[in-house]
């Protein structure tokens, strides 16, 4: 069932434009990476939501991503590492006016911000955050991060890393997100519209960019975006149709006999269109989500899109409800009340 929006931020009264959006600092990001895509989106995506140019607001924390702030044309804060979801949670729930976005890659948020992360999905605050996610610490030169995959040779894995990354959709459904989203920065269309769903969900909504870092950890997403293989390791899911990717989309999911994913492909072994499954982004039961959220070749393609979007109280509005509820049965109305509320006495 698709969640119904009212906003609370208020509409601008005049149109507004990419250009409104653009900011006229150098941007700093190395040639060919993939956070100049991400930040064009960004100024595609501000325009179409109607909200005013100063009811938005950036955090950050730190790392390339984290500069974010700097180079689109709106208020901003640049945090320190790893708190830039605690930093947005304070900013949202003191001005709810506000539309607030968060710049963050894999190791600002899922390291040192992994607290901060998990908390604000399972708050459900109504925020968006952008994970830039390439694989590695590019800021500081190449070390490997909590998604790096296990074996890669990094500045301080010589011999191969011998960690377990982590998945962020696994990790978000399993903090009982309410929205996620996977893009590619070789994709920008999808990744706006994307961009747009989130803002017009209410709490919590996580995209998770798969952005390359030229630098020091090119092409490490291109087993699912170079040219001649993107169309058979790419699930771009659309809400309501069924689950089709390669290059003549004969290729699907179904389940199983014994309910896991699998590859199937139209008119082999008597599989026909109804045999695939239906995306529901919607559903509130995670089962499918989840799966989808875990799928990585070579057996499988990656799902892209929208693969969770539902609807549930956010923390913002729970707390006004209870400070409404306080304020109805408290006896203190103003500061005048609560000076006079105790003991008190007359100097003369």
């Known amino acids: 069932m698709t969640e119904q929006y009212i906003s609370t931020i208020p509409l601008s009264e005049v149109p507004l434009t990419k250009e409104d959006f653009v900011s006229d600092q150098m941007v700093k ?8 895509a991400i930040l064009n989106s960004v100024a595609q995506v501000f325009p179409k939501t109607g909200y005013k140019k100063e009811n938005f607001m950036f955090v950050s924390g730190i790392g390339c991503s984290s500069r974010f702030p700097y180079y689109v044309n709106t208020y901003g804060f640049h945090g320190i590492h790893g708190r830039a979801a605690a930093i947005a949670s304070g900013v949202k729930i003191a001005n709810p006016s506000l539309s607030v976005w968060i710049a963050t890659g894999d190791g600002d948020s899922m390291a040192i911000g992994g607290n901060h992360f998990i908390h604000l999905i399972r708050r459900n605050v109504d925020v968006n955050l952008l994970l830039f996610n390439n694989q590695i610490y590019g800021l500081t030169k190449g070390q490997f991060s909590p998604t790096t995959p296990m074996g890669t040779v990094t500045k301080t894995s010589p011999l191969g890393t011998i960690e377990s990354p982590f998945n962020p959709g696994d990790l978000v459904i399993g903090s009982q997100g309410t929205f996620f989203a996977r893009v590619v920065d070789t994709n920008p269309k999808l990744m706006t519209d994307v961009m747009y769903e989130a803002s017009r969900h209410k709490g919590t909504s996580i995209i998770e960019v798969l952005q390359n870092c030229i630098i020091f950890a090119d092409k490490a997403h291109a087993t699912i975006t170079a040219k001649d293989v ?17 290059k003549d989309l004969t290729k699907g999911l179904r389940l199983s006999s014994n309910g896991n994913l699998e590859v199937v492909t139209i008119g082999e072994n008597g599989v026909v269109l109804k045999d695939i499954l239906i995306h529901d982004q919607y559903n509130n039961d995670p089962g499918i989500h989840l799966m989808l959220a875990q799928l990585s070749g070579p057996e499988f393609p990656v799902a892209l899109g929208i693969i969770r979007s539902v609807a549930k109280p956010t923390y913002n509005d729970l707390l006004d409800t209870q400070i409404l509820m306080a304020q109805e049965k408290s006896k203190i109305k103003c500061v005048d009340d609560l000076l006079n509320s105790g003991d008190v006495f007359t100097i003369e």
Do not use: N, T, V
Request: charge should be neutral.
């Open 29 to 36: 990001w190395c040639p060919g990476c993939g956070a100049h």
């Open 230 to 246: 993107r169309d058979d390791r790419q699930l771009i899911l659309k809400h309501g149709e069924p689950m089709l990717f390669g």
